[in-house]
């Protein structure tokens, strides 16, 4: 059989994942890896999910192990719906579908929201896993620059203007870039949704992990407060958030918060693709988050994640040539990197793998074909001796290439 007349027309958008093969090469032991968004595992809480795992099995196997309802859990979709209400909103679970990731979030949203050749708000760079979920839907990206403060806000008007399907935004120690979108920001941006009715997608998976100061009011929230409701429904955001930067990316475990008419499309959507997320892995997750542990635990990653962002830091700083800037975000796994203009960062990583250092090239979450002198970097996965070790050799490396 010649298979390759037999692929759908759409599978011809699709391509791996830039990350994921990166980290193929990066699996090596000897090789100091800055590239994959992983958390660090000696931080994953074993005995915690050993112990709970007993329980679950001893106390509820037989509801474990069966098949559940698409929606997900009800004690876990009430926890999530508890931890994200305040500033005057109050979520039900109703507003809550369990989802195997967020990724899964990403794919399901797309099934109900959009339309071949429709037009959507992202910022410039934006996450490339969104990229990569939405790509066959053949999208016209209306891209926003971003800075220190994020997205910025002011070029929205005249995209709002064209009448975009979607808005899409990750607010919080943005992937790749690192920043936070301002407080500031987000009040008029909710405005100018409410103005446009234009629906926004907030993807938050890295919103817990904020290591200066107080983390800033979601979306959401603000949403909801500026149209005087203290209810989801009716609101102009759809939230997505995970346990994968939190508790265990293996779990496969994220949610989706919106509009009871949201969920219910999604929940078709969903029970297509595979009836519901993992029962087992619900009801684990659950029994390891609840009674307090999640706040603990997510202040012990603080803690760990934080010093070494600071190392990482510190070693651009020793080690960087003072061309080539870099992003300082205030929380989340990663930071970008700008080399001089010229410098290819995807030829770049060729050499930085033979001297067993990797990173991802910036040009892939980039649109409309710049970025290819940027780099990404992740700081939570490398221990602090490697992370010193690793940012000098690509300092080497930036001195070296002819165009920096």
């Known amino acids: 059989m010649q298979w390759d007349n037999k692929f759908a027309t759409r ?121 990569m979920a939405w790509k066959t839907y053949y999208l016209n990206y209306f891209s926003t620059p971003t800075d220190v403060d994020g997205m910025q806000v002011n070029a929205l008007p005249e995209l709002l203007a064209q009448h975009p399907k979607l808005a899409y935004i990750v607010p919080n120690f943005q992937n790749p870039g690192g920043n936070t979108l301002s407080l500031e920001r987000r009040y008029e941006l909710v405005k100018l949704l409410a103005e446009y009715q234009v629906p926004l997608i907030e993807d938050n998976a890295y919103g817990e992990l904020c290591y200066d100061g107080e983390p800033l009011p979601s979306l959401l929230q603000l949403d909801a407060q500026h149209m005087e409701r203290n209810e989801v429904d009716g609101g102009h955001v759809i939230y997505l958030g995970t346990f994968s930067k939190i508790l265990s990316p293996g779990m496969r475990v994220g949610w989706i918060v919106a509009d009871t008419n949201v969920i219910d499309k999604l929940v078709q959507a969903k029970q297509s693709a595979d009836l519901h997320t993992s029962t087992l892995n619900q009801y684990l997750t659950y029994a390891v988050a609840k009674d307090g542990f999640l706040d603990g635990h997510i202040e012990k990653i603080r803690d760990v994640y934080r010093e070494r962002r600071d190392v990482m830091i510190a070693a651009m700083e020793e080690h960087f040539p003072e061309e080539v800037t870099f992003s300082r975000p205030i929380g989340g796994l990663f930071l970008l990197v700008t080399a001089p203009e010229g410098v290819n960062t995807t030829e770049l990583l060729e050499e930085a793998i033979k001297q067993k250092v990797a990173f991802v090239p910036g040009a892939d979450f980039h649109i409309g074909g710049s970025g290819a002198n940027t780099f990404r970097l992740n700081f939570s996965n490398a221990k602090p001796e490697q992370i010193r070790t690793g940012i000098e050799r690509l300092g080497t490396l930036l001195k070296t290439s002819k165009k920096a």
Do not use: C, H, W
Not at 62 to 72: F, H, K, V
């Open 11 to 131: 599978t011809e958008l699709m391509g791996r994942s830039t990350i994921r093969e990166i980290l193929k090469v990066t699996a090596q032991p000897d090789i100091i890896s800055f590239a994959g968004g992983l958390p660090a595992p000696e931080l994953f809480p074993v005995d915690r999910f050993r112990q709970m795992s007993d329980e679950v099995l001893s106390e509820q196997g037989s509801i474990a192990l069966q098949y559940s309802p698409t929606e997900g859990m009800l004690e876990l979709r009430e926890l999530i719906a508890g931890r994200l209400s305040g500033n005057g909103l109050t979520i039900s679970s109703d507003n809550v579908l369990i989802v195997s990731g967020s990724q899964q979030g990403l794919d399901l949203l797309g099934r109900i929201l959009l339309d071949d050749k429709d037009s959507i708000i992202v910022e410039n760079p934006t996450y490339l896993g969104m990229l």
